[in-house]
C-alpha cells in the first residue's frame, strides 16, 4: 500500500512540476501588407494594383492570417478622378479586400461629400480619427474613429491621424480637423477597453510626440504615408515606424508574439521582390477596362509644342517654368485681366515634352487634374506684394503655393525671410503702385484662400461662381486648341537673386 502511494505521489509531482514550468511558449506570426499613395492607375511604376494583387494573393496564400491596410492618398488627383471623383480606385480596392482603408489629404480632392460617397461604395471600412463634422457632432457620415480587428487571436486597434494642415490645403467645406494628442491618448484607452491588445497608428506628418507614443508602447508600431520630397525625420532614427512614399508605395511586415503575451510584439520589415511579382490577370483586365474607357476620352490631339518644357514637381514649385507661363498667360487671355496667378502645386504631369510633341487632352487631364475653375477679382498692388510673399514662403519645401504668373515680373532673395523675400515687381513692366487696383485671373480655390493665399479674401468684385465660369484645364486646351502650336517658354518672369 505504502509503494502505491509513493508511486502516486511521484506522479502527482511530476504533474506539478510540467504545469509549473508549462508547455514551451507557442509564437504566432501575421503578415501586414500597408499601401498608400496610389492615386495614378495609367503609369507604368514598379508597383501598381495589378501587382499589389499578386503580392496579396501570396501572401494569404503564405500566411492566412494577413492584414490588408490601405493608407489612402489616392482618391486624387488624377485624370480618371477628375471625372469619377476616385470611384475607380474604390472598385479596384474592393477586388483587393482591405481590411480597412484610412484617410489622407488626397481623399478630400473632391471634397467631404464625394468622401462619403466613396464610403458606401466600399466593401471595406474607413477610419480617420481625429476628423470631425459639426453636422454630425462627431466624425464624417461613412467614416469610422477607430477600428478593431482580430487575425489570428490578435486583436488590433487602428487609430489614423490627419494632418490639420488639410483643411487649409484643400479648402474643407465644413469638416474640421482636431488637434491629435488629446485625441490619440482619449483613442488608446477607448481601444484598450474594447480588449485591444495593440494599437497601431497611421499618419503622414511627424509630430515629435509621436515618438514617445512609440517608445512608451502605447503605440505598438506606426505606419507612415511621406511624399518622396518632404523633408523628414530619417527614417532610422524614427523607432517602429514603417514608410511608404509615393515611388515605393507598397511594403510588408512580419509581427510575431508570443500566446501568453500578445500585447508584445516583434514587426519587422519583410523584403519583397517587387520586380519579379507578375501581374495578377482578373485586376490587369479590370485596369485595362478603366484605361480603355479613359483613352476614349483623352487620347484626342489638340495640338503640339514646337519647344521642349518640363512639368516636373520640384521645378513647379520651386521656379518659373514654361508651362506654367502657359496657364497663366491662358488665364490671363480668357478673362482679359492685367495679371494672372496660378500655384504650382496644380500641375501634376511631372513629364518632359520634347519639342514637336503631340499635346492630348489626356496630356491636359494629367497636368490639371483638380476641377479649379477660373475667377477673378479686383486686387490692390499691396495686396499682390503679400499673395506673392505667400507663394513664396515655403520655397525651401517645394510647396504647391509656389507662383507661376502672367502679367508680371519680381526678383527674390532666399536670403531674406518669410514675408519680405521679394525685392522688386513690375506689372507689364511698369513698377509696382501699392494702391493701384489691378484685375486679377486665378483659381476659385486660391480666390477661396487655399494654399495660404488669404489675402485674396480681401480683394473687391471676386468672381469665384463655378456653375458660369469654365474650368481652368478647359481654358488651356481652348488655348492649344487655337494656337495648334505652341511655344511655352521661361521669360524670367521670376528670377531669384542669390542663385
Not at 488590433?156 to 487649409?168: Q, R
Not at 500578445?262 to 520589415?269: A, F, L, N, R, Y
Not at 500655384?343 to 491636359?364: F, L, P, W
Amino acid at each position: 500500500m505504502f509503494i502505491k502511494y509513493r508511486v502516486l505521489l511521484t506522479v502527482l509531482l511530476a504533474l506539478m512540476t510540467n504545469l509549473a514550468l508549462g508547455e514551451p511558449t507557442r509564437e504566432n506570426k501575421l503578415s501586414l501588407v500597408f499601401a498608400a499613395n496610389m492615386p495614378e492607375i495609367t503609369k507604368s511604376k514598379k508597383l501598381g494594383y495589378a501587382k499589389l494583387a499578386s503580392l496579396l494573393e501570396q501572401s494569404r496564400q503564405e500566411d492566412e492570417f494577413t492584414i490588408f491596410i490601405f493608407g489612402g492618398g489616392s482618391l486624387g488627383p488624377s485624370p480618371l478622378s477628375s471625372l469619377d471623383r476616385g470611384s475607380h480606385i474604390i472598385d479596384i480596392l474592393n477586388t483587393l479586400e482591405p481590411d480597412l482603408m484610412t484617410i489622407d489629404k488626397r481623399e478630400f480632392s473632391y471634397f467631404e461629400d464625394e468622401l462619403t460617397l466613396r464610403s458606401y461604395e466600399a466593401a471595406f471600412p474607413f477610419v480617420s480619427t481625429n476628423l470631425y463634422d459639426p453636422l454630425n457632432k462627431g466624425n464624417l457620415e461613412g467614416i469610422n474613429t477607430n477600428l478593431l480587428i482580430n487575425k489570428g487571436g490578435l486583436h488590433i486597434g487602428i487609430i489614423s491621424i490627419l494632418d490639420e494642415e488639410v483643411v487649409t490645403e484643400y479648402l474643407l467645406q465644413r469638416a474640421n480637423i482636431e488637434e491629435p494628442r488629446e485625441v490619440i491618448n482619449q483613442q488608446i484607452k477607448q481601444l484598450q477597453r474594447k480588449g485591444a491588445d495593440i494599437i497601431v497608428m497611421i499618419y503622414s506628418k511627424h509630430k515629435d510626440y509621436y515618438q514617445p507614443l512609440i517608445e512608451s508602447n502605447k503605440i505598438a508600431f506606426a505606419l507612415r504615408l511621406a511624399s518622396t520630397s518632404d523633408i523628414a525625420t530619417p527614417q532610422e532614427n524614427m523607432l517602429r515606424t514603417f514608410t511608404v512614399t509615393d515611388k515605393d508605395p507598397v511594403i510588408r511586415l512580419n509581427i510575431s508574439w508570443q500566446a501568453d503575451s500578445p500585447h508584445k510584439v516583434s514587426v519587422e520589415e519583410s523584403k519583397v521582390d517587387f520586380d519579379s511579382l507578375i501581374a495578377h490577370r482578373t485586376t490587369s483586365l479590370l485596369i485595362d477596362e478603366y484605361n480603355m474607357r479613359l483613352n476614349r476620352l483623352l487620347n484626342q490631339s489638340i495640338g503640339r509644342t514646337s519647344t521642349t518644357f518640363n512639368t516636373q514637381r520640384q521645378l513647379v514649385r520651386t521656379q518659373e517654368v514654361a508651362f506654367g507661363n502657359f496657364i497663366a498667360d491662358a488665364l490671363k487671355e480668357a478673362t482679359k485681366a492685367d495679371i494672372a496667378l496660378v500655384n504650382g502645386g496644380i500641375i501634376r504631369g511631372d513629364k518632359a515634352y520634347q519639342a514637336q510633341s503631340v499635346i492630348t487632352r489626356g496630356d491636359i487631364a494629367r497636368e490639371l487634374p483638380f476641377r479649379s475653375h477660373i475667377a477673378t477679382a479686383t486686387i490692390t498692388g499691396q495686396q499682390l506684394l503679400l499673395a506673392l510673399e505667400n507663394g513664396l514662403s515655403e520655397v525651401e519645401s517645394a510647396k504647391g503655393r509656389f507662383p507661376q504668373v502672367a502679367g508680371m515680373k519680381f526678383r527674390y532673395s532666399m536670403k531674406h525671410p518669410a514675408g519680405s523675400r521679394i525685392q522688386a515687381i513690375s506689372i507689364n513692366d511698369q513698377p509696382l503702385q501699392p494702391t493701384k487696383q489691378y484685375k486679377l485671373a486665378t483659381s476659385d480655390y486660391l480666390l477661396k484662400g487655399g494654399d495660404g493665399y488669404t489675402t485674396l479674401l480681401m480683394t473687391q468684385d471676386k468672381s469665384v461662381t463655378t456653375l458660369d465660369t469654365p474650368l481652368l484645364s478647359d481654358v488651356v486646351i481652348r488655348a492649344i486648341q487655337s494656337q495648334q502650336v505652341i511655344s511655352p517658354k521661361i521669360e524670367e518672369r521670376i528670377v531669384r537673386l542669390d542663385e
